[in-house]
């Protein structure tokens, strides 16, 4: 069973960007695909991208084009999120997820608050 | 970008009761590549069902997935006291890949 671990919880001031991490430990890394989610405080769940490791391309959703960059180390099978240009509305939890067949697997998610 | 609706938005039921969560998709969601959260506060999503209607390991089989296309049904037969909570599609069938907006499902 693939365990997904992220870094721990941060706090940013705005115009600063946040990177994210997502450890996978078990199963094979580089094959599936790796998305983030985001999600806002009481409010629903928004996928912002993906990647597949072995290939190393991202896929991002429109709204976060430009903002958002997607990595992945085979090395240490770890995924990343980088958010630049932060503001306030982007407080939020951002969880990774590994995409298993359409059987995802999530991390425990990363509060990033934004604050001046 | 499929946008999924998902009704009702409050479902007010009763433990032992039957529940009937419906998400319907703007548009076909290619090889039925829909799968059904469960989310309590303060977690991550707990994925319930994926492909529409496979279940993912270790969940209870009270819970069950139906429907292909545009239309889906996820079915709880009995409810017990820890299935109140938030329930989401998503589908993965395309990019970008969405959640519909949530049904609470919430104690009588």
């Known amino acids: 069973q693939v365990q997904l671990v992220q870094s721990g919880a941060e706090v940013k001031k705005p115009g600063s960007s946040v990177k994210v991490s997502c450890k996978a430990s078990g199963g094979t890394f580089s094959r599936y695909p790796i998305s983030w989610v985001r999600q806002d405080p009481g409010q629903g769940l928004e996928w912002m991208g993906r990647i597949i490791p072995m290939v190393g391309i991202p896929d991002y959703a429109q709204k976060f084009q430009g903002r958002v960059t997607i990595t992945a180390d085979k090395s240490t099978s770890t995924a990343y999120m980088e958010l630049s240009s932060l503001r306030s509305e982007d407080t939020a939890v951002f969880y990774c997820?590994?995409?298993?067949?359409?059987?995802?697997?999530w991390g425990q998610g990363t509060l990033v608050t934004v604050s001046s | 970008e499929i946008v999924l609706t998902q009704s009702p938005g409050t479902l007010s039921l009763s433990p032992g009761e039957r529940a009937t969560l419906s998400c319907r998709a703007g548009q076909s969601v290619g090889s039925n590549y829909l799968a059904w959260y469960q989310q309590k506060p303060g977690q991550a999503p707990r994925l319930l069902i994926y492909g529409a209607s496979t279940r993912a390991t270790g969940i209870p089989d009270r819970f069950s997935g139906s429907g292909s296309g545009t239309d889906f049904t996820l079915t709880i037969s009995r409810l017990e006291p820890e299935d109140f909570a938030v329930y989401y599609c998503q589908q993965y069938g395309s990019s970008p890949y969405t959640f519909g907006q949530g049904t609470k499902l919430e104690i009588k």
């Open positions: 997820a590994r995409d298993y067949g359409g059987n995802w697997n």
